[in-house]
């Protein structure tokens, strides 16, 4: 059965300093997974994806994210975070066999101090 | 190329009251959720659909909740009556998938920026 847990529900860090948000997984098929960030009153914006290709991959924002299989994570970072960043972030998991069912994590807020 | 689009933004209703929710996909997805996000708790998926067939509502809470998507185009989502837990916000998203074997696909899902209901 698919889960997806984010470590922090919040991060805070200083503006110019590294992000961390982690997200460990569960899957029984080949996930493909996924971070979203979601800014206040916004809707929800794909960051990055894996699908099975390269396992480090590359998203929007200067944001990356690795997929570690023996791990089970699929953490997010960013070398030096900006205000803009400051909002919520999802990691989330799809499933390719069967109906592509899709869970999220709880989520993780970022806050960026000045 | 239109994004996916939700109506209303907002909407606040009294308990009992009766609300529709609508939600246009990405031209060409026949993929369409619903999910919730009820307050301070995690976006949880409601229901899946596939063109007009509805491919799994297992996230259904209960039979207050009723999803259409007459036509595989756009998709409603009707609360009657609404109770105060229903609140929340409630986000649609659309995808085309790709699939690659018979273990993989890439359902990369493109999501609206949500309806935030509120029942008082």
């Known amino acids: 059965a698919q889960s997806v847990t984010q470590l922090d529900s919040h991060v805070s860090v200083s503006e110019g300093t590294p992000v961390l948000l982690r997200c460990n997984y569960s899957?029984?098929?080949?996930?493909?997974l996924f971070w979203y960030v979601q800014h206040p009153n916004k809707g929800l914006q794909l960051l990055l994806k894996?699908?099975?290709?390269?396992?480090l991959v590359k998203g929007i924002n200067g944001f990356e994210a690795e997929f570690k299989k023996s791990e089970t994570s699929f953490h997010l970072t960013k070398p030096s975070a900006h205000m803009s960043d400051a909002a919520e972030y999802f990691c989330?998991?799809?499933?390719?066999?069967?109906?592509?069912?899709?869970?999220f994590g709880a989520g993780t807020r970022l806050f960026v101090k000045a | 190329e239109a994004g996916v689009t939700q109506f209303p933004s907002h909407s606040v209703i009294e308990k009992g009251q009766t609300v529709t929710l609508r939600c246009d996909p990405i031209?060409?997805?026949?993929?369409l959720y619903w999910y919730r996000r009820v307050m301070g708790k995690e976006i949880k998926f409601l229901l899946h659909?596939?063109?007009?067939?509805?491919?799994?509502e297992s996230g259904m809470p209960n039979n207050r909740f009723l999803a259409e998507r007459t036509g595989g185009t756009y998709s409603t989502l009707k609360v009657q009556p609404a109770e105060l837990e229903d609140s929340g916000v409630y986000f649609c998203?659309?995808?085309?998938?790709?699939?690659?074997?018979?273990?993989?696909?890439?359902?990369?899902?493109?999501f609206g920026p949500g309806t935030r209901l509120t029942v008082l």
């Open positions: 998203a659309s995808s085309q998938v790709l699939v690659v074997s018979s273990a993989l696909a890439h359902n990369e899902q493109f």
């Open positions: 899957s029984s098929y080949s996930p493909s």
């Open positions: 894996y699908t099975s290709a390269a396992t």
């Open positions: 989330v998991v799809t499933e390719g066999a069967g109906g592509f069912k899709t869970i």
């Open positions: 031209s060409g997805h026949d993929n």
């Open positions: 659909f596939v063109k007009e067939s509805k491919q799994d």
